[in-house]
């Protein structure tokens, strides 16, 4: 491990020495904000990606989960809310789905997927929805789709601030304080955030109260930019997440659980930009530890806890214009323990070589990713997207590409039980996308159809529990997605919708797989009058099956859930905006799993002031 | 092999996964008709983390099969809970214990029609029997740890409830004649048999030595017969004098057998399984055979066997299945010849005559 950082260190410095005689000087430098996730606009242009930011955010709660469940095709499986959320993305499992922290992987090396409810949204500035595969940019998981949490590093903005307070139902409290300076050659932010609830709500059309459901959280990040010189960017990131949440119950008499979350993420970046060059190392250390309690009123827990170490250099070199090539060379040393986990260490390293060229109307990107490791057969994963315009308002995308997810560590290393035998899951996958932009309406809809191989299950063999690749599945169907926009003096309107259809089937029964909706839909309505905003918010979910025979009487309903919010802008440069929201106006009776019932009709107000 | 366990808890996020089945064996065996479910047997189906998947189906003497007894006769009832662990009589009475929900819903046993709900003093219920008109539950609490084990007493006149701790790893658990017999093996873990006087609230230990971990125990004609499971060595049945607490006899399986369980007696003869086979000896017998009485067919990765017994001249098995969808009951005449295929709910893991 620190041999490769070293290998990395000794690479970077002699590339910066020969590119120094070139003094081409390049227009990134010069933009105002940097953005960390750079493979979003790099090498995404044939896949399809939604960003959400601003007033989206701020309408939104605080849970990743909410956010994208009203503003995207995932579909969500809640446990009552605010409690265990897992994704499924394109009809994917909860780990097919990457959530990368300023471009890292940062799903958990225990069960290798991320808990929605467990990231507030306040502390980032963009949450983007990448769709399909990835992983030869992200990595392990990124097979149905990936989710980006984003800071920005701003330059000469001079001071801005802002504080966020929501209040509502159950003693649901919500508040993020941002404090942000930036200079010509510095920048530095700073924000923190705070959600809890009592979540206590009733359940409609009965007498029955979500017991065991309080949770909080806080999260402190601070970014921080420094231009050296014309060429150098140093930037820093930090993160780091507390929370707790209970369990909460189907049975009254159940016996009281509970669980904490204490994550940390750090990253140093240094972008170089030496003419035709640009070089970028980033050295990453993150840390995740979980405690549950299988019994709260005692003090006896399980855990888990793991840091990791990631070493990652890319160089690209801008050949002619408009033709890019990358490579990548990334070294990532995670350090693991648990209760039911002995002390383990793997490395994987990987190499990846990326390739964009446009001539004229047509774009094509192909990438190829090889990982080293002696923990298990890694596969050879690429990416290959073709993209045409018609014109200035179609566009035709198509993509294909081989992804996976590698076993965690709960797979190769619980005590007695691991299997280190296993193999990744693999991921075939095709889809061709059509846009259509004009200047009042964009309408896209992509086909996909995808091949997932050796998914990795826990079953019993003999006495014993142990993860196995066993089942085959493929997933196929549409997303689409339509905003319209129209302004008539003061007046604005927009409209924002999405729709999925998604079939997901286990090749062996050719049966649905449980919990994934055949249709998926949510839309926004928005009018807005001078300082005024009105909205209107809904989410369709279909029915799923529970049961893996998809036995009708099994089934969980549809559902159609409508929420309905006002703001008004105050002050002279409309800096005070004041809201609420009522949510599920027409109470309806949902459960997104059976028996977890999620709240009737719930109020809540906020105050954002920005100065 | 705890451990599995508990990373399922945590998967799951529920607390349990119950395995094994009961051998409650308490049939009435009366020719007139106490109710709408007398002269059959229920099943009871474990369910996954849906509780609605959670049932009991009656199977008639007739051949009519009843799904989720409960619900049909219950439509407005507390639910019973999910993870459901076992079902134990008295003579009026039927009670369903949830792992999950710590609770034991008590219904007529004739009519399943339902008469209450008792919910306090468990954690982690198990198994239960009734003795000199109270009953007696066993509780795992933590799963790590059979020192904090311990009986749940209903007193069956107001359903009011109290604890005494055991303090070893609390399972099955039979009874007669004013004593309670539990035996304290868990997945490996403890290797011996604690008796209750209920009389004098006294309790005895037996140490059934080293490795060997008791999964089934009986009591039949005042002797106690116990199959255990070693790891090391081989499984065995023993039999125990209730009168002196004293070991009578050892029988070792044959070394092949690994994993022996499900003990049953009837008509003089132990049944056991192994996998999907299922073995019989006279009880009269000094040695067991190791060839199989019967061996079904199962395609279930994980739940062979999930629930075994023998009465009136058959056999039952049910078998798991995935967990996630209904799942089957085969009867079989005792030389070993299928007779019924019955489809019951999710997770079958019990048979209880009535």
């Known amino acids: 491990m620190k041999k490769g950082i070293l290998f990395l260190f000794g690479i970077i410095f002699s590339l910066s020495c020969f590119s120094q005689t070139r003094l081409d000087s390049v227009q990134q430098l010069d933009e105002v904000v940097l953005k960390s996730d750079k493979f979003l606009k790099t090498f995404s242009n044939t896949q399809s990606i939604t960003t959400l930011k601003d007033t989206l955010l701020s309408r939104s709660a605080p849970s990743l989960t909410q956010l994208l469940n009203y503003n995207s095709n995932i579909y969500f499986k809640e446990n009552g809310l605010g409690m265990v959320s897992s994704p499924s993305f394109r009809g994917t499992t909860a780990q097919q789905t990457v959530v990368a922290w300023n471009g890292i992987n940062i799903n958990s090396q225990f069960n290798g997927q991320t808990d929605f409810n467990t990231i507030n949204i306040r502390n980032f500035d963009a949450v983007s929805i990448r769709s399909g595969g990835g992983s030869v940019l992200y990595g392990s998981g990124a097979i149905g789709g990936s989710i980006h949490l984003n800071n920005d590093i701003a330059f000469n903005q001079g001071f801005e601030n802002s504080i966020y307070a929501n209040y509502g139902s159950f003693n649901t409290l919500d508040l993020g304080v941002k404090s942000g300076f930036s200079s010509k050659k510095f920048s530095a932010d700073v924000a923190i955030s705070r959600s809890s609830s009592d979540n206590d709500y009733d359940y409609v059309d009965s007498d029955k109260t979500n017991l065991n459901g309080a949770f909080y959280n806080q999260s402190v990040s601070a970014n921080f930019g420094y231009k050296v010189n014309a060429k150098n960017v140093i930037k820093l990131y930090s993160y780091l997440y507390d929370g707790e949440r209970e369990f909460s119950f189907i049975f009254p008499s159940e016996t009281p659980t509970k669980y904490q979350d204490l994550n940390s993420r750090n990253m140093l970046e240094w972008n170089g ?138 797979d190769l290393y619980w005590a007695g039980s691991g299997n280190t035998n296993l193999k990744p899951e693999t991921s075939n996958q095709v889809e061709m996308g059509h846009q259509l932009d004009f200047k009042h309406v964009s309408f896209s809809a992509t086909v996909f159809y995808n091949d997932i191989k050796d998914m990795i299950r826990w079953l019993p063999t003999g006495s014993n529990w142990q993860p196995v690749n066993t089942d085959h599945v493929k997933t196929y169907g549409l997303e689409s997605t339509l905003d319209l926009k129209y302004h008539l003096k003061k007046h604005q309107f927009t409209l924002g919708g999405t729709y999925a259809y998604t079939v997901s089937k286990n090749k062996a029964t050719d049966l649905q797989l449980i919990y994934v909706p055949k249709h998926k839909a949510t839309s926004t309505l928005n009018y807005q009058y001078n300082r005024a905003s009105l909205y209107y918010q809904t989410l369709y979910v279909g029915e799923v099956f529970t049961l893996s025979d998809n036995n009708p009487k099994y089934i969980l309903d549809a559902y159609f859930v409508s929420n309905i919010g006002l703001s008004y802008a105050l002050g002279k440069e409309k800096q005070f905006t004041l809201g609420g929201q009522i949510k599920n106006i027409y109470n309806e009776n949902y459960q997104s799993v059976a028996n977890r019932f999620m709240p009737g009709i719930n109020y809540n107000f906020y105050l954002n002031f920005n100065f | 092999m705890k451990k599995q366990f508990k990373f399922l808890a945590f998967t799951l996020l529920m607390g349990l996964l119950i395995t094994s089945c009961s051998n409650d064996d308490d049939s009435s065996g009366g020719s007139t008709n106490l109710g709408e479910y007398d ?90 029997t009734v003795e000199n008109g109270k ?77 060997n971990s008791p999964n089934s125990i009986i009591e039949e004609d005042d002797d106690l017969y116990v199959l255990s499971y070693n790891n090391a060595s081989n499984g065995k049945i023993f039999k125990i004098n209730t009168a002196t607490n004293a070991i009578e006899n050892t029988i070792d399986l044959p070394a092949s057998l690994v994993d022996a369980k499900n003990l049953v007696i009837e008509d003089d003869t132990f049944y056991f399984t192994v996998d999907a086979s299922v073995y019989s000896a006279s009880m009269s017998s000094t040695t067991i055979s190791d060839t199989a009485l019967l061996t079904y067919n199962s395609t279930s990765t994980y739940g062979v066997m999930w629930g075994f017994n023998v009465e009136d001249d058959k056999i039952f098995i049910s078998d798991g299945g995935d967990f996630d969808s209904n799942s089957n009951v085969y009867e079989y005449s005792l030389n070993g010849t299928l007779l019924n295929t019955i489809t019951v709910g999710v997770g079958p893991n019990s048979f209880h005559f009535n």
Do not use: C
């Not at chain 1, 001539?359 to 990982?371: D, G, M, Q, T, V």
């Not at chain 2, 507390?78 to 999950?100: H, K, M, N, P, W």
């Not at chain 2, 006087?197 to 059934?208: A, F, G, W």
């Open chain 1, 273 to 410: 930009l030496y003419g035709k060059f640009i070089s970028t190392l980033k050295l990453a250390y993150l840390t995740e530890k979980y405690k549950y309690f299988p019994n709260t009123n005692l003090d006896n827990y399980s855990y888990g806890e793991a840091k990791t170490l990631i070493g990652k250099y890319d160089l690209s070199y801008t050949i002619f214009k408009d033709a890019m090539l990358q490579g990548v060379m990334d070294i990532t040393n995670t350090s693991g323990e648990g209760s039911s986990i002995g002390k383990s260490d793997r490395t994987i390293s990987s190499f990846s070589l990326l390739y964009k060229q446009e001539i004229k109307s047509f774009l094509y990107e192909a990438a190829l990713r090889k990982e080293i490791t002696n923990n298990y057969d890694s596969p050879l994963l690429y990416s290959l997207g073709l993209q045409y315009k018609f014109g200035n308002h179609y566009t035709v995308n198509v993509n294909g590409s081989k992804n996976f997810r590698i076993p965690t560590y709960n």
């Open chain 2, 39 to 128: 002269n059959g047997y229920f099943v009871l189906n474990e369910g996954n983390a849906n509780p609605a998947t959670a049932s009991v189906t009656f199977v008639g003497d007739d051949g009519i099969v009843v799904e989720d007894v409960f619900r049909l006769v219950n439509p407005t009832a507390e639910e019973i809970g999910s993870y459901l662990q076992d079902i134990f009589f008295d003579d009026t009475r039927a009670f369903i214990v949830s792992g999950s929900a710590n609770q034991v819903t008590v219904v007529n046993r004739y009519s399943f029609e339902y008469i209450a709900t008792i919910n306090t003093n468990f954690s982690a219920p198990r198994y239960g």
């Open chain 2, 135 to 211: 009953a007696y539950v066993t509780n795992s609490a933590e799963w790590n740890t059979g020192t904090d084990d311990f009986l749940t007493i209903i007193d069956l006149n107001d359903y009011s409830t109290s604890t005494m701790i055991v303090g070893d790893y609390s399972e099955k658990i039979t009874s007669d004649d004013d004593y309670v017999y539990i035996s304290n093996g868990y997945y490996g873990s403890g290797n011996a048999l604690t008796i209750l006087n209920t009389n004098t609230q006294e309790l005895t230990s037996i140490d059934l030595g080293a490795g």
